[in-house]
C-alpha cells in the first residue's frame, strides 16, 4: 500500500512533552500514535498546546464521549477544523460555503433540520439501493488488479470506492473520481498547507455551483436535486445549505471511508492468521468489521470553544480546540480489554468510529 502523508507533513519543531507541547504533525505521531495515547491517559489523559492556534487533546473514551455529548460548552458552530482554515477572504475566486457543511459544522437549529434532510437518502432501506452498484464497482476493481497481477491496494482499491459511490449518489461523472479524490486530500491531507488546502476548497466550490446551477435547470435522479427540492418551514432550501452539504458528502464521507477501508486491507495484509480465520469463518465478518472500525476509526474533528472553560481542571481558553480524538478513545483500555489487539469476535464493541451524540455520522449505514 502506498502512503505520503508522513513525507507531505509539515517540518515542525520537536516535541518536547507531550501532555503540554503535542503536534499532530509530528513524525512520530503519525506513524504511531498508540504509545502516546497510552502514556497520555496515565500521565495526562487531557494533553494541551499552543501549537496550531492551541488546542487540546483528550485520550480517555469517558472524556470523548462526554465532550462529544455536550454540545453547549463544546459547540460545533464556531469550527470544526483540526487546524486553522485558510483565510480565503482576500482572495479571488468564489468565498467560503456561508453555511459551513453542515450538519456536522452546525449547531442547533440548523444542525437538526440539515441532518433530517440527510438521514433518508442514507437508511438502511435506500443504502440497500447502492449495493449492486457497489459490489460491482468493487468486483471490477480487484478484477483490474487481478489482470495486472499486482496493484496498490490503497490507491487502487480503497480510495476508489467510496469517491465512485458516493459520486454517484451526487450524480457526479465517474471521470471526476480523480479530480475529486485530489480536492479531497488537498483539504484534509494537506490543511497546513494554504494554497493545496484554498485549490481543493475552490475546487470543491466552484464544481459544485456549476452542479447546483444545473440541476436547477435540468432536475436529475441525484442527491443535489433532492435538496434543491426540498423545503424548510415553507421555503426553499438556500444554495449555500445545499452546497455545503454536498461539499460534507463528498469530502468527510470521501477520506473517512477510504481511511477505513485501506487500514483494514493493511491489517489482513500484515495479519495473515487474521485473515485465514475470516476466509475459513465468513460468519465471523459483522464483528470483524467492527472491530476494525474500532482499531482504526479514521478521524479526528475538532470543537471551538466560544468562551473560557474549566473542564476536568483544564483551563481552556476560548478560541481553542478540543480535538475530538475518536481514534484514541477506542483504544482506551478501561473501555475495551486488550485494546491494542483486534479481535475479531469482539463482542462488546462499543466504538466512536462514527463519532457520538447529535454529531454520530450520519452515513454509517453506507
Known sequence: ?????????????????????????????????????????????????????GSWLPTRYADVYAIAHDIENFPSGNGISVVPLVDMGQQSGPPLLT??????????????????????????????????????????????????????????????????????????????????TEWVRDVLEFAHDPERRRRGIVGIITYLQGAVAERKAEPKDDFITELLQSEHEGEPIGDAVVMGMCALLLIAGI????????????????????????????????TAIEEFLRAYAPVTMARRLIEDKEYMG???????????????????????????????????????AFGAGIHRCAGSNL
Open 1 to 53: 500500500m502506498s502512503s505520503d502523508t508522513t513525507h507531505d507533513a509539515p517540518v515542525t519543531a520537536p516535541v518536547a512533552d507531550w501532555a503540554s507541547d503535542y503536534d499532530i504533525f509530528d513524525p512520530q505521531y503519525i506513524s504511531d500514535p498508540f504509545g502516546i495515547w497510552d502514556e497520555l491517559r496515565q500521565a495526562c489523559p487531557m494533553a494541551h498546546t499552543d501549537r496550531w492556534g
Open 99 to 180: 453555511s459551513g457543511v453542515p450538519p456536522i459544522s452546525a449547531d442547533p437549529p440548523l444542525h437538526t433540520w440539515t441532518r433530517r434532510l440527510v438521514l433518508p437518502t442514507m437508511s438502511p432501506a435506500r443504502v440497500a439501493e447502492y449495493e449492486v452498484f457497489t459490489r460491482d464497482l468493487c468486483r471490477r476493481l480487484v478484477d483490474d488488479v487481478l489482470a495486472r497481477g499486482e496493484g496498490d491496494a490503497a490507491a487502487e482499491y480503497a480510495q476508489q470506492i467510496p469517491v465512485r459511490v458516493i459520486g454517484h449518489i451526487l450524480g457526479v461523472p465517474d471521470e471526476m473520481s480523480a479530480t475529486f
Open 255 to 286: 477520506d473517512t471511508t477510504w481511511s477505513s477501508i485501506g487500514s483494514t486491507m493493511w491489517h489482513l495484509a500484515t495479519h495473515p492468521h487474521d485473515r485465514r480465520r475470516l476466509v475459513a469463518e465468513p460468519a465471523l465478518m459483522p
Open 314 to 352: 483544564c483551563p481552556m481558553k476560548a478560541g481553542e480546540r478540543v480535538l475530538m480524538n475518536f481514534p484514541a478513545a477506542n483504544r482506551d483500555p478501561e473501555v475495551f480489554p486488550d485494546a491494542d489487539t483486534v479481535i475479531l469476535d469482539r463482542q462488546q464493541n462499543r466504538h466512536l
